[in-house]
């Protein structure tokens, strides 16, 4: 093996879950041409920063990795910097322009090259490349960055509803769902890994299949996972109200294996702010739909995220949003202040509201949500829950893990002690008693 082969390598993958697994497969490449990987990037010779770029916090973020990893390099820790993800493909020229100091540029639809790229790169080579968006392969193998018993599972890449907000469909293109065989064919290969729960994303889940097969395919897709032994959860994120249909509702009431929890991004309720937002559908509408899936699905965990100060929201529009919040009492929910994105119809929009405002209206709604989470937790006292174990607390003495009203990464954790002698594993599933509540954090006890 050549020495350039014996390189370190730090992986840092930034925003959401679906960069995550084009960072896993591009990992596998470059592992099974003989590279090795450390946590630190301090520690590496080569750091492959896979950004995001979907707004301006994010963006924001990446910039600062990246202004890090330059420190890094004049002061001779690490060796090369490579940047790669939506912040690289959405500026591409002007990335190598503003940051001469990196290495290389490298555009979604050359993850598949990652090992040459490096090989070129290490020879002296400066590496600015991208092609056709749309042939980014979403196939191959992956080593997971998750803990063990879980993963997340893209089925579709792109995005065809083009939200005036948004710069995805710029950055990724048209939505592509991949193939239920192939889908299905890498989820048995998870389940035989030890991956007990399956999170299907995509920029739209509900979606999927249009495009291949004219027609919305996700329940398909859901019953042929379910047949897979070896998945206890099935979790859906990512479902736009509009495309929750009464088969979808069907599929997931109806299969064990799909958690009873919904991840359904609305933005607003008023209606004539989705419509310039360029998204379908009003209060009405969304009222309906969630009447029904509680109607439906009983004890379904229903998740959403709302934007603040879009142009032109006024205080009555935004007091509509807080009471439709508190009367819906999402049990998940997630807020952005409206981020201003270059090239994107909103940002032209001459009605603007001002920052300090934006902001102002997001903390009002967390902080309501918080109080109904606390009462929500609350009621949830004396009962019991099935959780899986992700971790211990030597300082608190706890072991933490979820429900599967806990979606990873983003909802948070359930503490609770065990005895020792149990031994428990991450990726034990249990059962246990909620006693208390601190700080908006379930605490409990092993049954």
Same mark, same amino acid.
């Given at each position: 093996?050549?020495?350039k082969?014996?390189m370190?390598?730090?992986?840092?993958?930034?925003g959401?879950?679906k960069?995550?697994?084009d960072?896993e497969?591009?990992?596998?490449?470059?592992a099974?041409?003989?590279?090795?990987?450390?946590?630190?990037?301090?520690?590496?010779?080569?750091?492959?920063?896979?950004?995001?770029?979907?707004i301006a916090?994010?963006?924001?973020e990446?910039?600062?990795?990246?202004?890090?990893l330059i420190? @890094?390099k &004049? !002061?001779?820790?690490?060796?090369?910097?490579?940047?790669?993800?939506? #912040?690289?493909?959405? +500026?591409?020229?002007?990335f190598?322009?503003?940051?001469?100091e990196?290495d290389?540029?490298?555009?979604?639809?050359e993850?598949g090259?990652?090992a040459?790229?490096?090989?070129e790169?290490?020879?002296?080579?400066?590496?600015?490349?991208f092609g056709?968006?749309?042939s980014?392969?979403?196939?191959?193998?992956?080593?997971?960055s998750?803990?063990?018993?879980y993963?997340?599972?893209?089925?579709?890449d792109?995005?065809?509803?083009?939200?005036t907000?948004?710069?995805?469909p710029?950055?990724?293109?048209?939505?592509?769902?991949?193939?239920i065989?192939k889908?299905v064919?890498?989820?048995k290969?998870?389940?035989?890994d030890?991956?007990?729960?399956?999170?299907i994303i995509?920029q739209?889940?509900?979606?999927y299949?249009?495009?291949?097969?004219?027609?919305?395919?996700?329940?398909? @897709?859901? &019953? !042929?996972?379910?047949k897979?032994d070896g998945?206890k959860?099935?979790? #859906?994120?990512?479902? +736009?109200?509009?495309?929750?249909?009464?088969?979808?509702?069907?599929?997931?009431?109806?299969?064990?294996?799909?958690?009873k929890?919904?991840?359904?991004?609305?933005?607003?309720?008023?209606?004539?702010?989705?419509?310039?937002m360029?998204?379908?559908?009003d209060e009405?509408?969304?009222?309906?739909?969630?009447?029904?899936?509680?109607?439906?699905?009983?004890?379904?965990?229903?998740r959403?995220t709302?934007?603040?100060?879009?142009?032109?929201?006024?205080?009555?529009?935004?007091?509509?949003l807080?009471?439709?919040?508190?009367d819906?009492?999402?049990?998940?929910m997630?807020?952005?202040?409206?981020?201003?994105?270059e090239n994107t119809?909103a940002?032209?929009?001459?009605?603007?509201?001002d920052?300090e405002t934006?902001?102002?209206?997001?903390?009002?709604?967390?902080?309501?949500q918080?109080?109904?989470v606390?009462?929500?937790?609350?009621?949830?006292?004396?009962?019991?829950?099935?959780?899986?174990v992700?971790?211990y607390d030597?300082?608190?003495?706890?072991?933490?893990?979820?429900s599967?009203?806990?979606?990873p990464?983003?909802?948070?954790?359930?503490y609770f002690r065990?005895?020792k002698?149990r031994?428990?594993?991450i990726?034990?599933?249990v059962?246990?008693?909620?006693?208390?509540?601190?700080?908006?954090?379930l605490?409990g006890?092993?049954?």
């Amino acid at each position: 093996m050549s020495e350039k082969k014996r390189m370190k390598v730090a992986m840092v993958s930034l925003g959401c879950s679906k960069n995550q697994v084009d960072a896993e497969q591009m990992m596998a490449t470059l592992a099974d041409h003989g590279y090795a990987f450390v946590e630190e990037p301090g520690l590496a010779d080569i750091v492959l920063v896979n950004t995001c770029g979907f707004i301006a916090d994010a963006k924001e973020e990446g910039i600062n990795w990246i202004m890090e990893l330059i420190e @890094l390099k &004049n !002061e001779g820790r690490i060796k090369y910097i490579v940047v790669t993800g939506c #912040l690289s493909e959405r +500026y591409r020229g002007q990335f190598a322009e503003e940051f001469p100091e990196v290495d290389a540029v490298v555009g979604i639809s050359e993850y598949g090259r990652i090992a040459e790229i490096f090989e070129e790169m290490t020879a002296g080579e400066h590496i600015c490349c991208f092609g056709d968006k749309e042939s980014h392969s979403m196939e191959g193998k992956r080593i997971l960055s998750t803990l063990p018993h879980y993963a997340y599972m893209r089925i579709a890449d792109g995005c065809d509803n083009c939200c005036t907000y948004c710069a995805i469909p710029q950055i990724r293109g048209r939505y592509r769902s991949r193939p239920i065989e192939k889908i299905v064919g890498e989820a048995k290969l998870l389940a035989q890994d030890g991956v007990k729960e399956l999170v299907i994303i995509a920029q739209d889940t509900t979606r999927y299949g249009l495009d291949l097969y004219n027609k919305l395919a996700l329940p398909d @897709l859901l &019953n !042929e996972l379910c047949k897979i032994d070896g998945f206890k959860w099935i979790r #859906l994120l990512y479902c +736009y109200p509009e495309r929750i249909t009464d088969e979808l509702i069907a599929c997931i009431r109806d299969n064990d294996k799909i958690v009873k929890y919904l991840d359904i991004p609305m933005q607003h309720c008023n209606g004539e702010i989705l419509k310039r937002m360029n998204r379908k559908g009003d209060e009405k509408s969304l009222r309906e739909l969630v009447a029904k899936l509680r109607r439906e699905i009983p004890g379904i965990t229903l998740r959403t995220t709302f934007i603040t100060g879009f142009p032109g929201e006024t205080p009555q529009q935004f007091n509509e949003l807080g009471e439709f919040a508190q009367d819906m009492r999402f049990e998940r929910m997630g807020c952005f202040a409206y981020s201003e994105e270059e090239n994107t119809p909103a940002a032209s929009f001459p009605d603007m509201v001002d920052e300090e405002t934006r902001l102002h209206r997001k903390e009002i709604l967390e902080e309501q949500q918080d109080a109904r989470v606390c009462e929500l937790y609350e009621g949830m006292i004396g009962g019991e829950t099935e959780v899986v174990v992700e971790g211990y607390d030597k300082y608190l003495e706890h072991y933490f893990g979820r429900s599967a009203m806990f979606a990873p990464e983003i909802d948070g954790m359930i503490y609770f002690r065990a005895p020792k002698e149990r031994g428990l594993k991450i990726g034990d599933f249990v059962k246990i008693t909620i006693n208390d509540v601190v700080d908006n954090n379930l605490i409990g006890e092993i049954v």
